[in-house]
């Protein structure tokens, strides 16, 4: 199985809308192996939007994901990052699809609820970046037969 990053962003958190989105993870069937609250730092928001960081309103989005605590899960499940960008929804909240987390939670294209790695790949640095290895547990449970009744 395929594990992801997520991360429930201030917007999130201060919105009160961690049990909505955790309600939608758990209710998906997708697998929770790793759950912790943390304050973000610069530092470590460098490296996790390197690719942003020359973009204009990097600073603003920093300090919008410093507002608050925020919680980092790691999911797991078959091709669970695919899977959960789609529940996420477009980046910009106001076009992402109805049903969607960003579609159903938000108006903003940067206090856009939650991140979600985008690939195996990257999932696999983020979850390194966010977890040390001894919290994220070897945990499936015991009966997936109506889960992936297919596979
Ligand atoms: P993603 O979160 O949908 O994968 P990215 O392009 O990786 O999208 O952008 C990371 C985050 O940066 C977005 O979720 C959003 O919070 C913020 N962001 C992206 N583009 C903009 C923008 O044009 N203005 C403000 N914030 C942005």
């Known amino acids: 199985m395929e594990q992801t990053l997520v991360i429930l ?8 809308l961690i049990g909505e989105v955790i309600n939608r993870i758990q209710r998906k069937g997708i697998i929770i192996t790793g759950m912790k609250m943390m304050q973000l730092d610069e530092k470590i928001l460098r490296e996790h939007y390197a690719h ?3 973009r204009p309103f990097f600073p603003e989005l920093c300090a919008s994901m410093m507002a608050s605590p925020v ?14 960008r789609a529940m996420t929804g477009a980046t910009n909240g106001r076009k992402a699809a109805p049903g969607t987390l960003r579609g159903d939670f938000c108006m903003s294209g940067q206090a856009n609820i939650v991140h979600a790695s985008d690939s195996p790949e990257n999932a696999k640095v983020e979850i390194a ?11 499936t449970p015991r009966d997936l037969s109506f889960l992936y009744a297919d596979d």
């Open 52 to 54: 942003l960081v020359d």
């Open 129 to 139: 970046r966010f977890f040390k290895p001894e919290e994220v547990l070897d945990y």
């Open 71 to 84: 919680v980092c899960l790691v999911l797991k499940g078959i091709n669970v990052v695919e899977v959960f």
């Open 9 to 16: 962003k201030p917007s999130c958190v201060e919105r009160g």
